[in-house]
């Protein structure tokens, strides 16, 4: 699997964001709506070296499933919030999908390489939060 190289090359916004941001809300309730599992947000605002204010961490069981939530994504996000994404990397191989909104980077991943790259351990300085129904 290539490395996820859309973060490297991205200025974070000056606008901070908070857990209660309608974007944020938005990302949420589409994975949710999609059935991801362990979902979980990592505030990383009182990182100096994050290059987001949030990401935003989930499970698909199969590739089918990491699409249909990534698709949802951004489709929810466009309709309900007007925005769409900076970039994104990962719908060939579906894997680990990643969608950044500059502010929040959404990670939509299958189990085996949530766990290979834990970036809950990687960002274990940062107040974590689950998102599970």
């Keep these: 699997m290539e490395p996820l190289s859309v973060l490297a090359n991205r200025k974070k916004a000056a606008i901070r964001l908070k857990r209660n941001s309608r974007l944020f809300k938005a990302i949420i309730k589409a994975i949710q709506e999609k059935k991801g599992e362990h979902i979980v947000s990592l505030d990383l605002r009182k990182i100096p070296e994050a290059v987001a204010d ?16 990534a698709e949802h994504v951004e489709e929810l996000v466009k309709r309900a919030v007007k925005e769409t994404p900076y970039k994104h990397e990962g719908y060939l191989a579906l894997q680990w999908v990643l969608i950044d909104y500059v502010n929040i980077v959404v990670h939509i991943f299958q189990p085996a390489t949530r766990k290979f790259y834990r970036l809950e351990d990687m960002w274990s300085d940062a107040d974590l939060m689950t998102h599970d129904d």
């Design 54 to 69: 949030f990401f935003v961490l989930c499970e698909a069981s199969s590739n089918i499933q990491v699409r249909a939530i």
